[in-house]
């Protein structure tokens, strides 16, 4: 065996144990599985509504939400918007779309600043 066959063969040992690790926490739930957002996946501190009552939440807002490819997305937006007080936030990655309800108005640029500050955006209509 020459030295650039040796060499070929390290890395591509190293890569498969980077792999494997990746595969590990994805699995196990110690990360989600892209990696993407700001809220740091499964990690990240689920946000509890405590009234769960749809008669209680006079306002309403549907979003369209850019940049989320699995549950642990949607988690990340739901916590950010439940975590503005006073809202019950419902998310959906596959829709790629938010249902705010809220017991007080909130204005576009909140609701903005929530999904950002969980590392996605705010798609236009």
């Not at 990340?76 to 829709?95: F, H, M």
Request: hydrophobic content about 45%; proline content about 2%.
């Amino acid at each position: 065996m020459n030295a650039s066959t040796a060499i070929v063969l390290v890395l591509i040992l190293v890569i498969a144990v980077f792999a494997c690790r990746r595969m590990f926490r994805v699995f196990f739930g110690t990360s989600d599985c892209c990696g993407g957002g700001g809220g740091g996946g499964a990690k990240s501190k689920r946000v509890r509504v405590a009234d769960t009552d749809e008669a209680h939440y006079p306002y309403v807002q549907d979003v369209q939400v850019g940049g989320m490819t699995c549950p642990a997305c949607a988690n990340a937006v739901e916590n950010a918007l439940n975590a503005l007080g006073d809202t019950w936030a419902r998310v959906d990655a596959d829709a790629g779309s938010a249902h705010v309800l809220s017991k007080r108005p909130l204005d576009a640029e909140e609701i903005r600043d929530a999904v950002a500050g969980a590392g996605y955006y705010v798609a236009r209509r």
